[in-house]
């Protein structure tokens, strides 16, 4: 209990909106950064790394303070965004930056391809899903569409990744 009492942080997700890294994808149910970083500082007491275990992981908060700072980190998580968000997050210090500004590029090329607008996109709605009210207009959901075909074509999975949940942010 001892680790529990003084000096702990605001609890509340709304910090991490201003957070590198947290701010990628809001998630409501989760804690602020910060305070996971005052209670593994904590724990880290007397100790030179952690190994940190988050059996609920969410959108990745506590597993990214604990890379952050060179800790061992592991967690689970059964929603399915949230398991892409907390991967995608946890390995971005990875990533080649060239490579990805090079994609981007290209993302910004094909919004301006006459087919964006115009053509029919490869990728349809997933089985299944249906709404009382229309959940986009179908220019909307013709672009959302032509999305997930720029998506669908990306053959660096981590580059897949990360643009999918830049879609879903």
Same mark, same amino acid.
């Given at each position: 209990m001892a680790l529990l009492t003084g000096g702990l #942080?605001?609890?509340?997700?709304s910090e991490n909106h201003a957070r590198a890294l947290h701010r990628w994808v809001p998630w409501i149910a989760g804690f602020s950064g910060s305070f996971v970083e005052g209670i593994l500082d904590a724990a880290r #007491?007397?100790?030179r790394r952690l190994r940190v275990l988050d059996p609920f992981a969410g959108v990745g908060t506590t597993l990214i303070e604990a890379l952050k700072h060179g800790d061992d980190a592991v967690g689970y998580e059964i929603n399915p965004y949230a398991a892409l968000a907390c991967r995608t997050k946890a390995r971005a210090a990875h990533y080649d930056v060239a490579a990805l500004e090079t994609e981007i590029a290209r993302f910004e090329d094909y919004g301006e391809e006459e087919s964006w607008l115009n053509g029919r996109p490869a990728s349809k709605r997933p089985d299944g899903f249906r709404s009382r009210v229309p959940f986009f207009s179908p220019a909307?959901?013709?672009?959302v569409l032509a999305c997930m075909d720029f998506i669908g074509r990306q053959t660096v999975d981590?580059?897949?990744?990360l643009f999918r949940v830049a879609f879903g942010r």
């Open positions: #942080r605001d609890t509340a997700f #007491r007397g100790r909307v959901e013709r672009q981590w580059v897949k990744d």
